[in-house]
Every structure is written in C-alpha cells, then in structure tokens.
C-alpha cells in the first residue's frame, strides 16, 4: 500500500494550477511512466497509477475542492493501512456493505421512482494508443496492450468514505440528488450542487482515493491488430474497456494504431506511394524497370518520353483494406534522376544533345502577359 500521496505533490503542479497546467502536467507524466514504455518496471507503474489517480481527483472541480477543504485531514502523517487492519480484516466483514446498501437503508420504501444509482450502469470506453512497425501494419499483429482503469478502492471498498465513517444525506438536497429553482411550472430540476447529484456527501474522505470510492489499475490484453491499419486507425476490443457497474456491461477498448515510417513506402489512403528514380535516358527512350512490392519486386513499364513526376500504378499490390475490400494499389512515382556532375565524355554528348534538341520549352509562360 502507497503512502497517501498529495496529488498536487504527485502531479508536480501549485495548489493554484490551472485545469490547463493540469492537465498538462498529468500528459507528461502519463506519458513517461506509462507501462508500454516501460515493460517490466514496477516502480513506473506505481508511478502511473499515483499520476492517473492524482488527475481524477484534481481534474473533476468536485473532488478536487473536496480535497483542498479536507486536505488538513489526512494530509500528513496518515497511514491507511491502519484502517485496513482495523476494518478490513476479512474480507465480506465489517462496512463491507457499500453504498447501495446504504442507500437501500435510506430510501427503502420511500415513493418515488428507483433511485439512479440502483440502475445497471456500462462501463466507460478507453483509448489506448499502440506503436506498431509498417511491415506489422501491413501484415497484421498480435501486439500487448497495457491500459490503465478505474476500479472500486480497496481501502473504503469503493464507498469513498474513510473506513470506519460512512457517506451522510446530503443536507441540501436530503438525498434526492437534485435541487429545484423557481416554483410550479418553472421549475428547474438541476443536479444538487453540494453532492453533485449522488445523494450523499463524504465528510470523512478515503485517504487512498481522496473520496472518489475508485483507484486505479493497469489491465493487460493482447489486441489482434487487422492487417492494413493506418497510422491513427481505431481498433475496438468489445468488453475490454472499463467495468460496468451494479451489473452492467463493461465498455469497450479502443486501440488507436501508431504505425512507424517506412523508408520505401508512403501511406496514401487505402494505397502505397513510391518514388523511382529513373535515368534521363530512360525517360527519353523508355525502359522497363523493378520496383519493389511488399513482398518483393515487380517490372513496370517507363513509356518513352516519361515526364517527370508520372505515375503509374500496380493494382491490388498495396495494403489490405479494411473490412475485406481487397488490396489497394501502389502507385510509382518515378523521378529523373539528373547527375549532379558529368565526366568529360558525357559532357560532350549533352552538349551534342543541346544542340540537337530545339524549341524553347518556356515560351507558353510569357504569352499573353500583356505589353
Ligand atoms: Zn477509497
Ligand atoms: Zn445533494
């Protein structure tokens, strides 16, 4: 069990951050602890949860001036694990009853619809990003995932309250969750401001999770990457996002494709583009030449008098589409290679070529200019 880390200590940020330099802190440091930039190292994935955990509470304006009224309780000096000792011992004992109970105590028989909070809830959808090669990308990964999730706190069980206490009707709103302004038909029916629609407040926050009843947890999958994936591309694993509560379903995980360069091939939508360089003579004469495929080479056809920048395209030869619509193309570029210095024998024939080859190629861009 960590200390009770201040999450402004955690986050490196002032008391007086703004949600900007927030949130900006808790980027860099997600970034640098994350688990897939350090498999294997425990102490980074500590690191990660504290930062992850630090930013719910600081990012979500409740808990966050939850915490700075309540930082004097447990802002020093508190061990947890005491109460864990005292309350805990045993597992399915003590205040291991929950909120719902709770709630169920409160408002058993009580008119009224069912209270919100009994309704099934799905679990929030995550995004992950993974790095992948353009050869894995062309052909398709089986690349781990590492992701990090809210999950009920085990110090308070996931009531938020410190052991021992338990969350109290919210004394403005009695419990309903909601408060009304004006009267009659002008009602307005908003979320409670004090408990921010939950009914209840904490007086007592948990010292783990600063009353917020959610810690978080590093979950590892394997994500089956579809050959053809783009640099951006959203691949969903269905059921593997966050857990659903009082019974709903889990949500989902999306992995967002990262996909490295390849020195030969550019991504153009569903295709592949390739720059060839071909010879001035090639160009002028026509040629065949090999350029090479994703599994190999090909011979394509260098008409003669090739302008520079032509392309041409070889069919189906480029990545997979996804959702099985084929392969797309790849598409040659090919470029005059001009050699940047000449031997004396080459200097002649050009210069012979020079004199053979009339015209004024740039006389089209001074007509109609006017005098
Ligand atoms: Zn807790
Ligand atoms: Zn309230």
């Known amino acids: ?26 980027r860099k440091l997600a970034r640098q602890f994350h688990p897939d930039r350090n498999p294997g190292d425990t102490a980074a994935e500590e690191r990660f949860k504290e930062v992850q955990q630090a930013y719910d509470v600081l990012s979500d304006p409740k808990k966050r001036k939850e915490y700075d009224a309540g930082g ?12 864990r000792r005292g309350a805990g011992a045993g597992a399915g004992g003590g ?9 169920s105590d409160l408002f058993g028989g009580a008119g009224g619809g069912p209270s919100p909070r009994n309704v099934p809830e799905r679990g929030r959808d995550l995004e992950t990003e993974v790095h992948i090669s353009f050869p894995q990308a062309m052909e398709g990964a089986q690349v781990p995932v590492a992701v ?22 919210c004394p403005r ?17 908003q979320p409670c401001s004090q408990c921010g629609g939950s009914g209840t ?15 978080r947890q590093v979950k590892r999958y394997r994500a089956n990457i579809p050959a053809g994936v783009k640099d951006g591309s959203r691949v969903r694993l269905a059921g593997k996002g966050e857990p659903g509560r009082r019974g709903g379903p889990a949500g989902d995980l999306y992995v967002i494709t990262r996909v490295g360069e390849s020195s030969i091939f550019r991504r153009k939508g569903d295709n592949l583009e390739v720059d060839v360089p071909i ?9 065949t030449v090999e350029v090479p495929t994703l599994n190999g080479s090909k011979r394509i ?69 006017g005098a």
């Open 1 to 26: 069990m960590a200390a009770v880390k201040d999450p402004y200590k955690t986050l490196g940020v002032d008391k007086k951050a703004s949600d900007d330099e927030i949130k900006k802190a808790y």
């Open 72 to 83: 004097g309780i447990f802002g020093s000096g508190f061990d947890p694990s005491a109460f």
């Open 95 to 103: 205040f291991t009853g929950g909120i719902g109970d709770i709630l």
């Open 148 to 169: 990090s999730m809210a999950a009920p706190c085990p110090t308070c069980k996931g009531t938020g309250a410190q052991p021992g206490t338990q969350p109290t009707v």
């Open 173 to 189: 709103c009695e419990g309903r969750g909601i408060e009304s302004q004006g009267q009659g038909l002008f009602s307005i029916s």
């Open 201 to 215: 407040v904490i007086e007592h926050p948990c010292p783990t999770c600063h009353g917020s009843g959610q810690t």
């Open 279 to 287: 010879t001035i003579p090639e160009a002028i004469k026509g040629a």
């Open 301 to 369: 056809r260098v008409p003669a008098g090739t302008q520079h920048g032509t392309v041409q395209r070889l069919r189906g030869e480029g990545p997979p589409k996804l959702g099985n619509r084929g392969r797309g193309d790849i598409h040659y570029r090919l470029t005059i290679d001009v050699p940047r210095s000449l031997n004396k024998k080459q200097k002649q024939a050009v210069d012979e070529l020079e004199g053979l080859i009339d015209g004024n190629p740039r006389q089209g861009l001074f007509q109609g200019r």
